[in-house]
């Protein structure tokens, strides 16, 4: 069991990646975040792939990043968990691709993990991180409140955004 984490939150332009990073540590939501960048994409213990459920073009974006980080993975290693979330939730009268198809898509073809979450009202912000937990096999990570006591932990500053 890995004790410290490396998680990469990648997705296109606008997707909500700042905004679920932010309701995760601080329970806060703005419109707007600051840049941060992106260094040591490689050695993650888990990838985040974050797509708009209301724009077609996020979710083809995910479909690449999948792809790369596949073509990229170094052989003989073991397989680094990926993790797809539909993000604007909030928005679902303007979704794209129907639940169904990216869901089925996700889980049975691709193998990952699948959730929908809206950064805007901490909907499912905690199930995606008590996921991710379970995901770089944390055994006793099961529950919830095992996501509260990592985010506990995040916010002592024991996290650097990169
Ligand atoms: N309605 C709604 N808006 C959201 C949600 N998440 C993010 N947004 C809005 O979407 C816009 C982009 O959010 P960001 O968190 O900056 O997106 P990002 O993926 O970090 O964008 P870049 O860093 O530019 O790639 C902002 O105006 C947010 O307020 C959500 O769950 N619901
Ligand atoms: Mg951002």
Not at 66 to 73: A, D, F, K, V
Not at 116 to 136: D, G, M
Request: glycine share 6%; hydrophobic share 40%; proline share 1%.
């Amino acid at each position: 069991m890995v004790t410290t984490f490396k998680i990469a939150v990648l997705g296109a332009q606008g997707v909500g990646k700042s905004a679920i990073v932010h309701q995760f540590l601080y329970n806060e939501f703005s419109e707007e975040w600051a840049d941060v960048c992106c260094r040591g994409l490689r050695s993650v213990h888990a990838y985040i792939l974050v797509y708009d459920i209301c724009c077609f073009d996020s979710f083809e974006y995910v479909k690449t990043i999948r792809q790369q980080i596949l073509e990229t993975r170094v052989i003989g290693t073991s397989d680094t968990p990926i993790i797809i979330v539909g993000n604007k939730r909030d928005l679902q009268k303007g979704r794209v691709i129907p639940r169904w198809n990216v869901s089925n898509l996700v889980k049975k073809t691709w193998k990952c993990g699948y959730i929908e979450c809206s950064a805007k009202y901490n909907w499912h912000i905690l199930l995606l991180f008590s996921e991710l937990l379970k995901s770089v096999g944390c055994a006793r990570c099961k529950h919830v409140h095992t996501a509260i006591r990592f985010q506990g932990a995040l916010r002592r500053n024991r996290c650097t955004i990169m």
